[in-house]
């Protein structure tokens, strides 16, 4: 039987998702059962807010999506991060760690696989940028503009804010230009230009932090320890990440961090960097090596679809979205001739930022993926899994100052063609590993089930509607908590006593009179909307 072959289209792919909240030194001795609870609560409902905002139709034009198409990988890792620097509970945002001089500095990126011309964006030494992701998002989304050299401002630009309101008044900063990695009160100019919230310095305290700072400054002025590492509490040295795959076969990482706890003012963590805590692309490759290496090893059924000759022929009139039905040539499959592979990954990386600087992390498994060439899962493993290349770097340091720690989330998307361009196979896996003792994360499968895991063991997963609205209660609860005070910041502000490097000048402790777990948190009747359906794989 022959077919008419027909020009190559699009495909459209399923959506997914997987975030992270951090890792590093987390066990169950440092993390009671009622934090537990709390970050696994936390960590369903943000992934849960975002599938649903993932998987809902554009009723606006936006500069990466038109009315009708649901969210590209861009604004969903962006909207999934901007939930976590809301919650106290995590390393970014209003949750940000202290510096030793009591100062937060925030660091955001992003990166796509394509669609931007400058592909990638980071922003460090923030102090007043209510959500630093946003800034890297806005710079990333402007880049075609200034790249193109159209400089809209006034020259040079002003601003209305004061330095502790906000930018200083004497930077000049018509636009990002070409520049990729941006710093402090620069960043800041640019982001008041863009129009986002800025905030003041007393908007990033929590009592939580501010006494992980104190007791890690005491401990290190005892001779007990490091300020920057502990062997037996949490100090938070990583950050909070979202990977998205969109409709469009696009990935996304977007990540956001206060930085090192006790870290000193100035240093830039891996998170802004390029290639150390985060990196997207996609290339081309002959055949599919990756794919047919997985279907070997039986690990094929896990997302991959792939359309035998006889099964293509039977389903050429009940796939309407699939417009490329042709069988192969005879002989032509997996590991045969005139197939071409589109790869995509993306990935964001929590934990020790200097050794994620050291070995490159996110490049490095952009690289091991398509030069050995890897699985996705397998070049994660290779750099941030039990033994890998972040925990080499750290040689007998390893476990005692808390170098090599940390973690990797990510998206594969591949997408195969014949020699024609007819789609053949479309497969996409969530990626995470980590070499340290938990990680939070969280992520959607195959099936629309959110899962939540801090540890290798974890839970199952729960249906995320059902999630939402059993909980829906709960969050109106909080609600109203939170409403009590629109503003989750003191009025009145810390003692920020500079602190010798050798003998610390500790500020006094200070008592909040909220619940640190609670406010701050972004909660929302959004939550109890339907979640669409996950389209299918090929629509």
């Not at 361009?421 to 003792?437: A, T």
Request: overall charge negative; hydrophobic content about 35%; glycine content about 12%.
């Amino acid at each position: 039987m022959e077919y008419k072959r027909q020009s190559p289209a699009a495909v459209k792919v399923k959506p997914r998702l997987i975030i992270h909240g951090g890792a590093g030194n987390i066990k169950p001795s440092n993390l009671q059962p009622p934090e537990y609870a709390e970050y696994r609560h936390a960590l369903l409902t943000i992934i849960s807010k975002t599938n649903a905002y993932q998987n809902t139709p554009s009723l606006t034009n936006t500069s990466t999506s038109s009315t009708g198409a649901l969210p590209s990988a861009l604004e969903t890792a962006t909207h999934a991060v901007t939930l976590l620097e809301n919650n106290p509970l995590f390393n970014s945002g209003h949750g940000a760690v202290f510096t030793r001089d009591g100062i937060n500095e925030l660091e955001a990126s992003v990166m796509v696989s394509r669609g931007f011309s400058k592909r990638g964006v980071g922003v460090t030494g923030l102090q007043h940028v209510r959500n630093p992701i946003l800034l890297a998002k806005a710079i990333l989304e402007h880049g075609d503009e200034d790249l193109g050299g159209n400089l809209e401002s006034s020259h040079p630009s002003s601003s209305s804010l004061s330095a502790e309101g906000g930018a200083t008044g004497g930077i000049d900063a018509p636009s990002a230009q070409g520049h990729t990695l941006l710093h402090g009160a620069t960043a800041e100019t640019l982001a008041e230009k863009y129009g986002l919230d800025l905030v003041s310095t007393d908007y990033f305290f929590t009592q939580r932090r501010w006494d992980e700072h104190i007791r890690a400054l005491e401990r290190e002025k005892a001779g007990q320890g490091l300020s920057t590492y502990s062997t037996t509490e949490f100090l938070p040295q990583g950050t909070v990440g979202a990977v998205a795959l969109d409709e469009e076969g696009v990935v996304c990482v977007a990540t956001s961090t206060g930085g090192l706890t006790n870290k000193l003012t100035g240093r830039i963590g891996d998170t802004p960097v390029i290639g150390a805590g985060f990196w997207a692309e996609e290339w081309v490759e002959e055949g599919d090596p990756t794919g047919a290496l997985a279907r070997a090893a039986g690990a094929g059924e896990d997302g991959f679809l792939v359309l035998s000759e006889s099964l293509k022929g039977l389903m050429a009139d009940c796939l309407p979205s699939l417009r490329t039905y042709s069988p192969l040539p005879s002989g032509v499959g997996g590991f045969g001739k005139g197939l071409k592979t589109t790869r995509a990954i993306a990935a964001s990386g929590t934990g020790n930022g200097d050794s994620f600087m050291r070995v490159a992390a996110g490049r490095t498994v952009g690289a091991v993926a398509r030069w050995k060439p890897l699985s996705g899962a397998d070049a994660v493993s290779f750099v941030s899994g039990p033994g890998g290349e972040l925990q080499s770097s750290a040689g007998p340091r390893w476990k005692v100052t808390g170098e090599g720690e940390g973690g990797i989330i990510g998206i594969e998307i591949a997408v195969t063609r014949d020699e024609e361009g007819n789609v053949v196979g479309v497969r996409s896996e969530v990626l995470q590993d980590f070499n340290c003792n938990g990680m939070y994360r969280a992520w959607i499968d195959d099936d629309g089930k959110a899962y939540a895991k801090i540890y290798r063991d974890g839970v199952e997963g729960v249906d995320v509607k059902e999630y939402s609205e059993k909980f829906s209660t709960r969050f109106k609860n909080w609600e109203k908590r939170l409403s009590l005070s629109s503003d989750p910041n003191p009025s009145h502000v810390k003692d920020k006593r500079s602190h010798s490097l050798s003998v610390p000048d500790l500020p006094p402790r200070r008592q909040h009179s909220r619940t640190p777990f609670v406010y701050g948190l972004t909660i929302s009747s959004g939550i109890k909307m339907a979640v669409h359906p996950l389209v299918s794989s090929l629509r």
